[in-house]
């Protein structure tokens, strides 16, 4: 009987912490992703500089439908607008609005594919982009994207993705810059699968 | 024994006041869009002044840095501290230094930073270089 205590003793504090492997986590993210329609949610966007001791604190909006579909929209502290529609994105600031054409513009095509592969968590099994590694912190998972690429080498050394437990969602993405700078957006007021209406998708 | 032990304290005082006056200094926030010719770059500027000494920091919307540098008021000097890898290219390092300074230059002469829209041309490489103050608010 004292055994069987021990055992339990032992055992259990292992069994209730137990970490679900990686590749469980991945594909259940995965599929929640696929099976997302639409998102809309407020963000915060909070710049923090080595160099300076204040950050600097932006807040918008943003909207996702499948397949290609997406509005990203600072509103404070200043105006600009980021819509990907199809193979067409439109920037407008304050000065100017320009629409591009992502097929003939190979930068903005490798932007647009990363924006809206993490957005539904694609880029975690994406190993031509990233080697990923997640860890379960109870409430959340955590990915940590290293760049495989060049290109995406020269910006950042790493991608920290959160993604709440219960809806597999991302939370907060922090984006970790080679200069030692870094970027975190946390996404807010999260709402997913309810009808967004197709002018936020409109260039123009 | 006590004797040493105000003069640490008090050592320990002024060093503290300094650092705090080095993290006090002024902040100021700008829009700002640096047209290259065809192209153009958007996003934020920050410049903190600490007695003179400028560290100023271009990011676009998405919080990517372009360029960070610093100004030496006294020394109407401008140094380089980053610079986006897309940025790299031979010439542009110099051609930024020169600009920045004289963009500096006018900030600093304007009191208390560009209270409006500034404007700041280069038409040799036709730049043109961009800043409207940011009304910055935090929840």
Known sequence: MKRLLLFILFF???????QIPAEKMIQTISQAGAQMQTLECDFVQVKHMSMLSEDMVSYGKMYYSQPDKLRWEYTRPYEYTFILSG??????????????????NK????????????IVGK????????????????????ATLIPLKRDLRQMWTRLVIRFDVQNKAV????????SGDCT???LKNIRQNHPVKDSVFKLD | MIRKFFIFLFFVLCSSLNFSAQGEGRMDRYKVQIDIQDAYLSGVCMIK???GLLTVAVVNEFGVSAVTFRYNKTKDKVKILNLAAAMKIPGVKALLKHDLRNIMREYCHAEGGFKTVYIYENPKYRMKYNFTPIVYEID
């Open chain 2, 49 to 51: 002044d600490v007695e």
């Open chain 1, 123 to 142: 880029c975690l099994s994406d190993e031509k982009d990233f080697k990923t590694t997640i860890q379960d912190e109870g409430k959340e998972w955590v």
């Open chain 1, 12 to 18: 259990l504090p292992a069994a209730a912490f137990a």
């Open chain 1, 107 to 118: 930068m903005f095509k490798e932007i647009t594919r990363l924006m809206s592969s993490c």
């Open chain 1, 184 to 186: 975190e957006i946390e």
């Open chain 1, 171 to 178: 939370t907060t993405v922090k984006m970790y810059e080679t």
């Open chain 1, 87 to 104: 193979n067409q994105v439109l920037l407008n600031n304050s000065n100017r609005t320009d629409v591009i054409d992502v097929d003939k």
